[in-house]
Every structure is written in structure tokens, then in C-alpha cells.
């Protein structure tokens, strides 16, 4: 034991001297977290909270074009700036220009061309019923479209929510228009008002709920999904740190030493996951707190932690061991620290890509979904979302479980093959 | 004398290497001999030392131990065995009491022993002004003091040290032959390489010449010297192993 503590305590003064290890462990993943979290709240929040600043130019000569105008306004979407002036061949430019993610162009015959699509569809409708003959002297719609230009810069996720709120808005008007059209065909002046009652109150109401499997129902939100992730990507990060500091004493003569002195390499081995799996830990409960407790200061959301604690604790400690597993795999197999560091973050960052921490991975092509599930940040991002996100039962967890340890055990085996075929072991 | 090393037909040849880097060695070591091992570059001494400490394994051949009127194996002997290795082997982040401490914890010596072996090795190596300073800011002598220290903290029986004063001052080979005499004095087999053949030539009871993997000439240097008829080591090497230059 006293070999163990002594190893230990090197290893502790070891890594408190890598200044750029140290950084690299606990500097990158609290900017990350915050940095991402912020941005991706930011991002939210411009679609969901009358961010977005839209640039309308209504050419149209009726009152449909200033509905939609006002439909705009009143959605809670848009923060709307009326550049009636401008024409066509501006627009593009004072998009830039004038700083908007989004122009519309209303054209002139907008009322017109819409009266004309109602009055063809209610014609046609009552025309079906025998209440009216077919007319065939109605004018005929042109299609002419509301142009919409956009910041190239706008991502294309985001300029799909927007074109589907605006597609919303102008079907709404739309409905409205035929309506009142088909009552007029009808012979009233209006929908008679209980009509219109019923319509608003038959309107299909939509309750969105997270699918978990536990009871409390935490809310999807950006701390959610990134103080998890990016802790995992920094855990993993450590092979930067680990695998380089096990190949420079490789190389600078002391496991050379080491391997004169009985039964001291598998200690070593020991007590460098000993201090990595607290580092790891430390790591994660740092990230953790300032999800909990810093984020709200800050306007972020507070991160809500999962109700099975210890299922919490089993799937940090299996997280970080297959961290510390591969970092000590990369550091055996190396031949310089140039290349456990350029490989060690290369692979990560690939692992990363393909196993979901900067994308969801049901967005992936099916055959990248498939490679995705070899890489072990994918496991340990699941076991997180299992947590964070879906209520944390163990029968879920139970796949990440298997596979991390699977992984672990594989690491340190290839671990074990090279250090005997070294003469190590 | 004891035999303390007996070395019969040893051979090492490394994977994918066409030819051995020790060819048939034949050789036997006192117990508390000084016994030198010369040879040019690339001649095998440091394959030698680290085979007859254990970091390598022999393609073929035996090496046997015999230590306390006892035969052991390596494994056994290894916790009395002493290493200095050419490179600096310790941990240059770390403090010379800090290296101490760590490898002497690792031989599993008991903690007061420990920390009075280590106040005396600082002293006979002469850093005690700096025992709490980082190792990788000392001068190259200092360095090589420090990583002969730490192959001493476990008092060995027998003690392996491969170019041991290499790069260092005057005052630091001084230093560190002197510290060797005392330690051999009080009963320890030392098995040393070094490429100062005025060092051999005061230090070494016996001495091996290896060229080429195979051992050439192998006496007190005195018998050497009056059987080739010259009158130095630098000689005598030049003589048994020629003047062409090695890789």
C-alpha cells in the first residue's frame, strides 16, 4: 500500500506540473461548456423568443399583404422592419446591408392573387353541392409567389423553421379567405359569428412532453445536452495529457528504472488510473456544479440532475475509465509524444463527430449511425441522455454499461499484450 | 573470490537484426569486484548490462547468480540490484528528494530508513543544497549524481552502471568514482562501462574488452597491458579492436 500511495503521490505532482495538462483538463471543458451552452441557448432563443429580425417590403395593393404584416407581428416570431420603398432588385442587398437574417417580398397582386385562389375554391365547392353552376368567367390565379431572402449565413435548420412558421401564418390567412369568400358566395356579409366561435374553439390542441422512463420529466434544454457531452469530450481529452506523459517516461529512461525494481510497473500502471479517475471525476463534478449552480446566474439554463444518483456515479466512473483505458492504450503504443498527442486528438475528435456530441446522431446517414456505435464517447453520451434526459433506468442503461465495459476491458488488454511484448509486464 | 555472476554462451540477437549483439559471452564476475566492461560503440556492453540486470531477455545462453552463498534467480537478486543507466532515469519534474523517495518506496524500504538513507545519499552526492530544487533545472553533472544516487537507495549487492560519468565535470567523476570506492568497500559488486580508459585504468579490478558482441581480452589490466605489450588502455583497445571507425 505504501508503494501504491508513494506512486500515487507522484503521479499527483507529476500532473500538477504539466501546466498545459492541467489547462487542458479543467480550463477547456468549463470554456467549452459555457461557450456552446450559451451559443446554443442563444440559438433557441432566437427562434422561440421574437428575436429574429425580419425585413417585410409590401408591394401589394390590397389588405392581405397588411394582414400577413400584422400576423407577423402578433406570432411572437418576428421582429418586423417595413421597407415599403424598396424594390425587387434591392431587396438582397439591403438584407445584408441592413442587417437581417430574412426579407419578404409581398408582390402587388398578393390580395388579388389570394381572392382569386378563394373565389375559385369556393365556386368549385358550392358548384359540387349544386348550389351554384361552375363559372367559368372567374379570374384564374397567376401563382405568383412571395419571394423570401435569406442570409447565407442562416443556417439551414433554422431557415426551415422559419419557412415552415411562414408557411403557417399564410395558410391561416389563406383559410380565412376562402371562408369568408364561401360565405359570401353564400349570401352573408361575414362569417356569422358563432361559426367563427366553434372554429376557434375546435382548434386540435398539441401537448409536447419529453418520453422518459422515470417519473420527474426533466425539460430538454441546452445544459441538458452540453454540459454532458462536452464533459465527455474533455474526459477524453485527457489522452493528451495521460497517453504523452506515459510515453516521455517511456522515453526519457525511468520505466527503464522501473523495470529493475520487482512488481513496481503494474503499480505504476495503478496509480496513474488512480489519479486520472479522479481527475475524470473531479472534472465532471466541477462541470456538474456550474450547471447547477453558475448557469442560472448567467441566464443559462440550470442543469437538473437525474433522480438515480447512483446510477450517476457507475456510469461516470465506467465513462471515465474507458478514458483513462484508451489514453494509456494510445501512450503504449506511441513511439514519440508527437504522435499520442496528434493521434490521441485526431481519434477524439473523430469519436466525437461520429458518436453524437456535436450532432445528434439520429441526423447522421444510416451507415455513419452504424460506425458511430464504435466509438465510446457514443456510449457515453447515451448513458448521459439515459440520465439527464429519458429518467436514467438501469434496464436502459444497461447497453452503455456493457459496451463501456466491454471497451475498457479490450483497452487494457492490447495494453497488457504490448507492455509483455515490451518486456514490461 | 565468490562467483557472483556466472555467464555461460550468451547470446542476444534482436528481432529482425542479422546479426548478435552479444555472441557467445562466456564470463564470470566476483563477488565485491570492480569489474569494467570497454569497448567501442555499438560493441554490446549496454545490451550486456541490461541483459545481466533483467530488462532483456537472452536469445540463448545462461546467467546465473549467486549472492549470500545462495544461487538466485534475477527476480529474486533484483530488489539488491543497483542501475544506473546511461539516460537520465528519474523524473526531471520532480525534486531529488522527491526521486529518492519515490524509488526508495518503491524497493519497499520502511520510511525512517528511508529518509536517512536519502539524507546521506544527498550529502555523499553533494545535493543537499539543492535536494528540494526540480532535477530538470540542474547542470548535467548534477544530473548524473542524482541518477546515480537513485540507483544506490536500495544499498544494492550488486550494481550495474552503464557510462555512469559521461558528460560530466571533473569534479563530478571525482565525486562519483570516489562515492563507487566507498559503496565497493563496504561490499557491493559493481559491473561499470565507461569510455574514460583513465577511469578504468584507476577504478576497475578486472576488465572485459567486448568488440563486435564477443569478448576479446578479458584480466586485470596490468596482465593485459604486459601480454599485448603496451603500456595503456587506449592502446590496447586500439590494438585488439583496430582503428576503424564504428556505428
Same mark, same amino acid.
Given at each position: 500500500?505504501?508503494?501504491? /500511495?508513494?506512486?500515487?503521490?507522484?503521479?499527483?505532482?507529476?500532473?500538477?506540473?504539466?501546466?498545459?495538462?492541467?489547462?487542458?483538463?479543467?480550463?477547456?471543458?468549463?470554456?467549452?461548456?459555457?461557450?456552446?451552452?450559451?451559443?446554443?441557448?442563444?440559438?433557441?432563443?432566437?427562434?422561440?423568443?421574437?428575436?429574429?429580425?425580419?425585413?417585410?417590403?409590401?408591394?401589394?395593393?390590397?389588405?392581405?399583404?397588411?394582414?400577413?404584416?400584422?400576423?407577423?407581428?402578433?406570432?411572437?416570431?418576428?421582429?418586423?422592419?417595413?421597407?415599403?420603398?424598396?424594390?425587387?432588385?434591392?431587396?438582397?442587398?439591403?438584407?445584408?446591408?441592413?442587417?437581417?437574417?430574412?426579407?419578404?417580398?409581398?408582390?402587388?397582386?398578393?390580395?388579388?392573387?389570394?381572392?382569386?385562389?378563394?373565389?375559385?375554391?369556393?365556386?368549385?365547392?358550392?358548384?359540387?353541392?349544386?348550389?351554384?353552376?361552375?363559372?367559368?368567367?372567374?379570374?384564374?390565379?397567376?401563382?405568383?409567389?412571395?419571394?423570401?431572402?435569406?442570409?447565407?449565413?442562416?443556417?439551414?435548420?433554422?431557415?426551415?423553421?422559419?419557412?415552415?412558421?411562414?408557411?403557417?401564418?399564410?395558410?391561416?390567412?389563406?383559410?380565412?379567405?376562402?371562408?369568408?369568400?364561401?360565405?359570401?358566395?353564400?349570401?352573408?356579409?361575414?362569417?356569422?359569428?358563432?361559426?367563427?366561435?366553434?372554429?376557434?374553439?375546435?382548434?386540435?390542441?398539441?401537448?409536447?412532453?419529453?418520453?422518459?422512463?422515470?417519473?420527474?420529466?426533466?425539460?430538454?434544454?441546452?445544459?441538458?445536452?452540453?454540459?454532458?457531452?462536452?464533459?465527455?469530450?474533455?474526459?477524453?481529452?485527457?489522452?493528451?495529457?495521460?497517453?504523452?506523459?506515459?510515453?516521455?517516461?517511456?522515453?526519457?529512461?525511468?520505466?527503464?528504472?522501473?523495470?529493475?525494481?520487482?512488481?513496481?510497473?503494474?503499480?505504476?500502471?495503478?496509480?496513474?488510473?488512480?489519479?486520472?479517475?479522479?481527475?475524470?471525476?473531479?472534472?465532471?463534478?466541477?462541470?456538474?456544479?456550474?450547471?447547477?449552480?453558475?448557469?442560472?446566474?448567467?441566464?443559462?439554463?440550470?442543469?437538473?440532475?437525474?433522480?438515480?444518483?447512483?446510477?450517476?456515479?457507475?456510469?461516470?466512473?465506467?465513462?471515465?475509465?474507458?478514458?483513462?483505458?484508451?489514453?494509456?492504450?494510445?501512450?503504449?503504443?506511441?513511439?514519440?509524444?508527437?504522435?499520442?498527442?496528434?493521434?490521441?486528438?485526431?481519434?477524439?475528435?473523430?469519436?466525437?463527430?461520429?458518436?453524437?456530441? /456535436?450532432?445528434?446522431?439520429?441526423?447522421?446517414?444510416?451507415?455513419?449511425?452504424?460506425?458511430?456505435?464504435?466509438?465510446?464517447?457514443?456510449?457515453?453520451?447515451?448513458?448521459?441522455?439515459?440520465?439527464?434526459?429519458?429518467?436514467?433506468? /438501469?434496464?436502459?442503461?444497461?447497453?452503455?454499461?456493457?459496451?463501456?465495459?466491454?471497451?475498457?476491458?479490450?483497452?487494457?488488454?492490447?495494453?497488457?499484450?504490448?507492455?509483455?511484448?515490451?518486456?514490461?509486464? | 573470490?565468490?562467483?557472483?555472476?556466472?555467464?555461460?554462451?550468451?547470446?542476444?540477437?534482436?528481432?529482425?537484426?542479422?546479426?548478435?549483439?552479444?555472441?557467445?559471452?562466456?564470463?564470470?564476475?566476483?563477488?565485491?569486484?570492480?569489474?569494467?566492461?570497454?569497448?567501442?560503440?555499438?560493441?554490446?556492453?549496454?545490451?550486456?548490462?541490461?541483459?545481466?540486470?533483467?530488462?532483456?531477455?537472452?536469445?540463448?545462453?545462461?546467467?546465473?547468480?549467486?549472492?549470500?552463498?545462495?544461487?538466485?534467480?534475477?527476480?529474486?537478486?533484483?530488489?539488491?540490484?543497483?542501475?544506473?543507466?546511461?539516460?537520465?532515469?528519474?523524473?526531471?519534474?520532480?525534486?531529488?528528494?522527491?526521486?529518492?523517495?519515490?524509488?526508495?518506496?518503491?524497493?519497499?524500504?520502511?520510511?525512517?530508513?528511508?529518509?536517512?538513507?536519502?539524507?546521506?545519499?544527498?550529502?555523499?552526492?553533494?545535493?543537499?543544497?539543492?535536494?528540494?530544487?526540480?532535477?530538470?533545472?540542474?547542470?548535467?553533472?548534477?544530473?548524473?549524481?542524482?541518477?546515480?544516487?537513485?540507483?544506490?537507495?536500495?544499498?544494492?549487492?550488486?550494481?550495474?552502471?552503464?557510462?555512469?560519468?559521461?558528460?560530466?565535470?571533473?569534479?563530478?567523476?571525482?565525486?562519483?568514482?570516489?562515492?563507487?570506492?566507498?559503496?565497493?568497500?563496504?561490499?557491493?559488486?559493481?559491473?561499470?562501462?565507461?569510455?574514460?580508459?583513465?577511469?578504468?585504468?584507476?577504478?576497475?579490478?578486472?576488465?572485459?574488452?567486448?568488440?563486435?558482441?564477443?569478448?576479446?581480452?578479458?584480466?586485470?589490466?596490468?596482465?593485459?597491458?604486459?601480454?599485448?605489450?603496451?603500456?595503456?588502455?587506449?592502446?590496447?583497445?586500439?590494438?585488439?579492436?583496430?582503428?576503424?571507425?564504428?556505428?
Amino acid at each position: 500500500m505504501k508503494k501504491y /500511495w508513494a506512486s500515487v503521490q507522484k503521479e499527483i505532482v507529476l500532473f500538477l506540473n504539466d501546466k498545459v495538462g492541467v489547462l487542458l483538463m479543467y480550463m477547456m471543458p468549463i470554456l467549452l461548456v459555457f461557450i456552446i451552452t450559451i451559443v446554443q441557448n442563444s440559438a433557441f432563443q432566437l427562434v422561440s423568443e421574437n428575436r429574429l429580425d425580419l425585413l417585410v417590403v409590401n408591394k401589394d395593393t390590397g389588405a392581405q399583404g397588411d394582414s400577413l404584416i400584422s400576423m407577423l407581428k402578433m406570432s411572437g416570431s418576428f421582429s418586423v422592419e417595413e421597407a415599403n420603398n424598396l424594390q425587387i432588385n434591392q431587396l438582397k442587398s439591403e438584407t445584408i446591408d441592413r442587417k437581417k437574417l430574412i426579407a419578404i417580398w409581398i408582390p402587388p397582386h398578393f390580395t388579388a392573387e389570394m381572392d382569386a385562389q378563394a373565389g375559385q375554391m369556393s365556386n368549385n365547392m358550392l358548384s359540387e353541392f349544386g348550389a351554384v353552376e361552375k363559372d367559368s368567367t372567374l379570374i384564374q390565379p397567376n401563382h405568383t409567389p412571395l419571394q423570401v431572402f435569406y442570409d447565407p449565413v442562416l443556417q439551414e435548420n433554422f431557415r426551415l423553421t422559419l419557412m415552415s412558421s411562414l408557411s403557417t401564418l399564410l395558410e391561416g390567412l389563406q383559410n380565412k379567405n376562402r371562408l369568408n369568400r364561401l360565405f359570401k358566395d353564400m349570401g352573408y356579409d361575414e362569417i356569422p359569428a358563432e361559426i367563427q366561435q366553434s372554429m376557434q374553439n375546435s382548434r386540435q390542441l398539441i401537448v409536447s412532453e419529453p418520453a422518459t422512463s422515470g417519473e420527474a420529466s426533466p425539460i430538454p434544454n441546452s445544459t441538458q445536452h452540453n454540459v454532458p457531452a462536452w464533459s465527455i469530450f474533455a474526459m477524453f481529452f485527457m489522452v493528451i495529457s495521460l497517453g504523452g506523459n506515459l510515453v516521455k517516461e517511456r522515453l526519457t529512461g525511468s520505466f527503464v528504472r522501473l523495470r529493475t525494481i520487482p512488481g513496481s510497473f503494474p503499480l505504476v500502471l495503478l496509480s496513474k488510473m488512480t489519479v486520472y479517475l479522479f481527475i475524470s471525476l473531479s472534472q465532471l463534478m466541477i462541470l456538474f456544479a456550474l450547471g447547477k449552480f453558475v448557469f442560472p446566474f448567467l441566464g443559462l439554463p440550470e442543469l437538473n440532475f437525474p433522480q438515480n444518483v447512483l446510477a450517476l456515479i457507475v456510469i461516470s466512473v465506467l465513462s471515465a475509465l474507458a478514458a483513462i483505458s484508451y489514453a494509456i492504450l494510445i501512450g503504449t503504443f506511441a513511439k514519440t509524444q508527437e504522435q499520442s498527442n496528434g493521434f490521441g486528438a485526431i481519434s477524439i475528435i473523430i469519436f466525437a463527430a461520429i458518436g453524437g456530441i /456535436w450532432v445528434p446522431s439520429f441526423i447522421m446517414p444510416e451507415y455513419l449511425q452504424f460506425i458511430g456505435l464504435l466509438s465510446p464517447l457514443h456510449w457515453c453520451i447515451e448513458g448521459f441522455y439515459i440520465l439527464f434526459l429519458k429518467g436514467g433506468s /438501469w434496464s436502459a442503461l444497461s447497453g452503455t454499461i456493457i459496451y463501456l465495459l466491454l471497451f475498457t476491458f479490450a483497452c487494457q488488454l492490447l495494453t497488457v499484450m504490448k507492455m509483455r511484448s515490451q518486456n514490461y509486464l | 573470490m565468490e562467483v557472483a555472476i556466472h555467464i555461460t554462451d550468451l547470446v542476444k540477437r534482436y528481432k529482425n537484426a542479422d546479426k548478435n549483439s552479444l555472441d557467445h559471452i562466456d564470463l564470470a564476475v566476483h563477488q565485491g569486484e570492480k569489474f569494467g566492461i570497454f569497448g567501442p560503440n555499438g560493441a554490446g556492453k549496454t545490451t550486456l548490462i541490461s541483459v545481466l540486470c533483467g530488462i532483456l531477455e537472452p536469445t540463448s545462453g545462461k546467467v546465473s547468480y549467486h549472492f549470500d552463498s545462495r544461487d538466485l534467480a534475477i527476480r529474486e537478486l533484483l530488489p539488491h540490484v543497483g542501475f544506473v543507466p546511461q539516460d537520465f532515469a528519474f523524473y526531471p519534474e520532480l525534486t531529488p528528494m522527491q526521486n529518492l523517495k519515490y524509488f526508495g518506496a518503491l524497493y519497499g524500504i520502511s520510511s525512517t530508513v528511508l529518509a536517512a538513507r536519502i539524507d546521506r545519499l544527498l550529502e555523499q552526492v553533494g545535493l543537499n543544497h539543492v535536494k528540494d530544487k526540480k532535477v530538470g533545472t540542474f547542470s548535467g553533472g548534477m544530473k548524473r549524481r542524482i541518477n546515480l544516487a537513485i540507483g544506490l537507495i536500495n544499498q544494492p549487492k550488486l550494481l550495474f552502471l552503464d557510462e555512469p560519468t559521461v558528460g560530466v565535470d571533473v569534479q563530478s567523476k571525482v565525486a562519483i568514482v570516489s562515492l563507487l570506492e566507498e559503496i565497493n568497500r563496504d561490499g557491493t559488486t559493481i559491473i561499470y562501462t565507461s569510455h574514460h580508459l583513465k577511469e578504468a585504468e584507476d577504478f576497475c579490478d578486472r576488465i572485459a574488452l567486448i568488440d563486435e558482441g564477443k569478448i576479446i581480452a578479458i584480466d586485470t589490466l596490468d596482465q593485459l597491458l604486459q601480454a599485448n605489450q603496451v603500456s595503456n588502455l587506449e592502446d590496447l583497445l586500439i590494438r585488439l579492436t583496430g582503428k576503424h571507425l564504428r556505428d
